[in-house]
């Protein structure tokens, strides 16, 4: 399954014959793999940047997966992560994707699967980054919106959106005005394969609207639809339904 995304893949896996594995067959599909076996050390490799995707083990010396994503996140909203990890319960993955991961795949798993995951989050990657996906500037008042940076400027400051923040946003405004179904938004940005629940959705979309809103409390803009999901308004119709 050779691939044409051919990426920069920062591999964090501390058991030999795991990484051996994993690296053959990403190099096999085109990829440019650096390996690193320690927490601290691949943060400091991830911090200096250009990579693609970082392939994360959660159980690692130094530094666990976790406390990695999170630190990264602080520096790099955007490149996308991959956890891999033979923590596969419910809330492992829920703790994983709430520090900042966009995918959670469990030991033992799947070649052909782990090579699909891959894929797809570097095509999102391209698609983010494409000038023919989120072309213009949204404005919401004095909010302006860049919707091919996800930059967020207002009041002489400018926010940078997170990736999964930014897609959401871009969702909505190709949609705006139009109700957009929470089950929608999970397979549209974090893709079926993924296993983040609903209440993942009304978490991105609460701060979207600390970022958005001048009083997330009444939105004006994005709105809930109880039972169905979300609405980014044409027009602004001052509501509480936070």
């Not at 995951?117 to 302006?144: F, K, N, T, W």
């Not at 705006?176 to 959705?201: F, I, M, N, S």
């Not at 009304?202 to 609405?231: C, Q, S």
Request: a neutral charge.
């Amino acid at each position: 399954m050779t691939t044409a995304l051919a990426a920069r893949v920062l591999l964090v896996e501390d058991e030999p014959d795991i990484a051996r594995l994993i690296r053959v067959n990403l190099v096999h599909d085109g990829h440019l793999v650096e390996q690193v076996a320690d927490g601290m050390d691949a943060l400091a490799r991830a911090e200096v940047g250009g990579f693609d995707l970082v392939v994360l083990d959660v159980m690692l010396p130094r530094l666990d997966g976790f406390a990695f994503c999170e630190r990264l996140r602080a520096v790099d909203p955007d490149t996308p992560i991959l956890f891999l990890s033979a923590l596969g319960s419910a809330a492992d993955r829920v703790r994983g994707l709430q520090a900042g991961g966009d995918d959670y795949l469990a030991k033992p798993f799947d070649l052909a699967e782990l090579r699909a995951r891959v894929a797809a989050l570097l095509r999102r990657r391209e698609r983010a980054a494409s000038p023919i996906y989120g072309r213009g500037v949204l404005r919401l008042d004095d909010v302006r919106i860049d919707l091919k940076s996800g930059e967020v400027a207002r009041d002489g400051a400018v926010h940078r959106l997170t990736g999964k923040e930014f897609e959401i946003l871009r969702y909505l405004a190709e949609r705006r005005g139009q109700v957009v179904k929470r089950g929608e938004l999970l397979d549209r940005v974090w893709g079926p394969a993924a296993e983040p629940t609903e209440r993942t959705v009304d978490n991105f979309i609460l701060r979207l609207r600390r970022v958005l809103e001048r009083d997330p409390a009444r939105p004006k803009w994005l709105h809930t639809h109880r039972g169905l999901g979300y609405r980014l308004a044409v027009t602004a119709e001052p509501r509480s339904d936070a």
